[in-house]
Structures are given as structure tokens and as C-alpha cells.
């Protein structure tokens, strides 16, 4: 299922600051550790009909790759941030990536989207979801 209330893209601005910190360096210091951020991959989405309009083979390489780079499995992952912010065609293509996947996850997972409370904040949309 898609995020069905969804019926349009909603740009937004935001600012974000985020202070990463190598894990050796956080343990060692007494910092919360909040998150690991394990892998970074992307793409650009692939050859589409448009900006709202994603490839789906796109999109599963580059979860994929991501997993891959992660050395993680569909087991590790306890949330997925998704990069829905409420275009039909859009969500409808990620989340059937994400179905795809994480078919073989041993438990349901969670997927949400802070762009669908802020809007997609444009050049600061990666770090609104990561923050």
C-alpha cells in the first residue's frame, strides 16, 4: 500500500544542521549515538515520464546497493524513511521498490515520510529526513 492520502507535491524550504561524529570517536567521548549511518548510495532515479515519475528498476538497484554497501539484510532495517511526499505516481513507484526488497523481512516494516508533514524541502530535503 502507498501513502493513499496522497494526492499532490508539496514543495517546502527548510534548513538543517547535522553534526556526524566517526562512532570510535562518539563511544569514546560519552555522546547519545542517536543513529550509524552504515552506507550512503544513490542514483538519479532512472529514465521516467518526468520529475514525479521514477523508475522502478531504478529504485530497486539502488536499495539493492544500498544493503549491499551496508552488508545488511532486510533483517537489520527497523524503519524506512521513505522519500514519498505525497505524489501518487511517485510513492506508489517507491513503495512498490520497497515491497520488492524487503519482501523477505521476518517482521513488518515501518515506513513513514516526514515530507508528508513538511513538504519536500527541496536542497534540504535528505537532511530533514535524516534529522
Known amino acids: 500500500r502507498s501513502f493513499a492520502a ?3 507535491f508539496l514543495p517546502s524550504e527548510a534548513a538543517v544542521c547535522v553534526l556526524l561524529k566517526p562512532l570510535a570517536e ?3 567521548d560519552g555522546d547519545r549515538v542517536h543513529g550509524v549511518i552504515r552506507a550512503v548510495a544513490l542514483n538519479h532515479g532512472g529514465s521516467g515520464a518526468g520529475y514525479t515519475s521514477p523508475n522502478l528498476g531504478a529504485q530497486i538497484a539502488l536499495l539493492q546497493e544500498t544493503l549491499r554497501r551496508a552488508d545488511a539484510g532486510s533483517a537489520d532495517i527497523g524503519w524506512i524513511e521513505s522519500a514519498a ?6 510513492d506508489a513507484v517507491e513503495f512498490a521498490a520497497l515491497s520488492h ?3 523477505d523481512a521476518p517482521r513488518p516494516l515501518p515506513v513513514g ?3 508528508s508533514w513538511l513538504g519536500h524541502a527541496e536542497a534540504a530535503s535528505g537532511l530533514v529526513q535524516l534529522a
Open 6 to 8: 496522497g494526492d499532490g
Open 85 to 90: 511526499n505525497g505524489a501518487p505516481l511517485l
Open 101 to 103: 526488497v524487503f519482501a
Open 26 to 28: 562518539a563511544r569514546r
Open 113 to 115: 515520510s516526514v515530507k
